[in-house]
């Protein structure tokens, strides 16, 4: 079975698109989405509604439950939100309040957004000094929370990654479709850079007893996107999608 694995598209209906044709091309059995799908300045409906039209096995991320749990303060506060919950209607709501907080695929593969119990932690990356640095195999191992599936596929971080651990767990992020690149200052301030604008996803595949894991980057019309975030005075984003850098 190859697996192929989305996470963080964060409303960019042309990288999605872009990534989707790649996809077409690689014989795969199963696409998973990780979460955080609809939240950002580009084009929240037309993501749900191109991503409406595949069969993908989907679980939700952070933003998604923001999306859903704002409150009239929080939107007073976000124009971004605002922008978002008026694009989207009550639809995509609906489906996004039904998505689960993680899922196990199969025996042996077990997907999540952040970590098994807390879609805001970072499961591979230390932020606490401003940029991401891999977390040691015990810390890993930790938050796993006595989770021993052999294969966790993990997104939130927006940075590819694969980890064996010593408990002889792949952990795989394939990175981010939609934003190459953020600050954010939750739980410290700190950014998250790939230096290209790229959308990134991964492949996975049990050959012979091991797995094969690619990373995969896919060009796309990035401009398209950064002129849908300008249009909502995003400038942050418009560079983050552009130079794929914070």
Request: proline share 5%.
């Amino acid at each position: 079975m190859k697996v192929a694995l989305l996470s963080d598209i964060h409303s960019n209906v042309y990288a999605l698109q872009a990534t989707l044709n790649d996809i077409q091309t690689k014989g795969v059995d199963i696409t998973v989405n990780l979460g955080d799908i609809l939240y950002g300045p580009i084009a929240p409906r037309a993501t749900y509604e191109l991503l409406m039209q595949h069969s993908l096995v989907t679980i939700r991320g952070n933003q998604d439950r923001q999306i859903y749990e704002a409150t009239a303060e929080d939107i007073r506060h976000n124009p971004t939100m605002e922008f978002i919950l008026q694009d989207l209607g009550d639809e995509p709501l609906k489906w996004m309040r039904q998505l689960p907080f993680d899922q196990q695929l199969t025996e042996e593969i077990y997907l999540c957004h952040g970590t098994p119990t807390d879609d805001l932690i970072y499961l591979l990356e230390d932020v606490s000094n401003g940029y991401p640095k891999l977390r040691t195999d015990g810390d890993i191992i930790q938050l796993l929370n006595g989770n021993r599936s052999e294969v966790i596929l993990c997104g939130h971080t927006h940075i590819p990654r694969m980890v064996m651990t010593t408990t002889k767990q792949l952990i795989v992020n394939p990175g981010s479709i939609g934003l190459p690149a953020y600050t954010d200052d939750e739980p410290v301030l700190h950014s998250m850079q790939n230096f290209a604008p790229h959308a990134s996803y991964a492949l996975i595949e049990k050959i012979s007893g091991s797995w094969k894991v690619e990373h995969i980057k896919v060009p796309y019309d990035y401009q398209n996107a950064a002129r849908d975030a300008e249009k909502r005075q995003r400038d942050d984003w418009v560079h983050y999608l552009t130079t794929g850098t914070a």
